[in-house]
C-alpha cells in the first residue's frame, strides 16, 4: 500500500478561501470517528500531486498537522475532492481520519492487464464496475486491484467473486457482478424498407396549393356584381 505524507495547518476562524487561494492554499477539513471536524488549511501544489495518486488506487495519507506550536500526525484517507467547474482547481478537500487498529470501509479501483482473446478476434471490452468496496484494518488495504484478462473470450466475463483476494480482506459487493466481459459488436438494425419507401414517397409528393378563401366583404362586393350583370 502507498502511503504519502502531506503537511497542513489548523485553520483558525472563518479564513475567507480568496485569502488563502492568495497564498497558494486550499481550505478543508478532517473528521473522524474520534476526530471533532477540523478546519485546515493546504497548499495547492501538495493537494493537487497527492489527488493525482488516487487515478493509480487507493492511498493511505500521513496528515502532518501545525497547531500554533503543537504538531501531531493522523493517518487519513481523502473523503471527498471538490473542483471549480469552470476551472476544474480544487477548492476543498475532505480527510477522514482512520484508527490503525480498527477495521473500515475504502473503495479499491480494478484495473485490467492484457488483451483479452475476444478483443483479438473483433469482440469489445465492458467493464461496468470500476471499484470494490472492502472492508480491513488500514495496514492490509490493497492499493488496487489487477486482473489479467488476456483468457476472456466472447461471451465471457470475470466477476467480483473471481478477485484475488489478499490476506485480512474481506470483499463487501456481491460476488457475482461482472467487473470486465466481452461481448460481439452490436451491429445498428437497419430501418424497415416499407418505412424508407414511405419516407421516400412522402418527401416526394407535390405541394398543394389550394385556392385562396376570400373575406366576408369581398364575398358581399361579388354578389352585388353578379346582380347588376343581370
Known sequence: MKKVELEASVREGKMAARKLKREGKVPAVVYGKETKSM?????????????????????????KLTDKDKKEEKTVVIQEVQRDP???????????????????VFHVPVF???VSEGVKIGGMLEHPIREVIVRCLPANLPEKFMVDITGLKIGQDFTIGELPVPEGVEIMDDGNKVLFAVVAHKVEEEKAPAEGE????????????????PKEGEEAAGAKKEEKKK
Open 39 to 63: 478546519p485546515i488549511e493546504i497548499k495547492v501544489k501538495d493537494i493537487e500531486k497527492t489527488v493525482k495518486y488516487l487515478a493509480e488506487g487507493t492511498l493511505l495519507i500521513t496528515l
Open 86 to 104: 469552470r476551472t476544474e482547481e480544487i477548492v476543498h478537500t475532505d480527510f477522514h481520519q482512520l484508527n490503525e487498529n480498527e477495521k473500515a
Open 112 to 114: 485490467s492487464t492484457g
Open 198 to 213: 414511405a419516407a421516400a414517397a412522402a418527401s416526394a409528393e407535390p405541394e398543394v396549393i389550394t385556392a385562396k378563401k
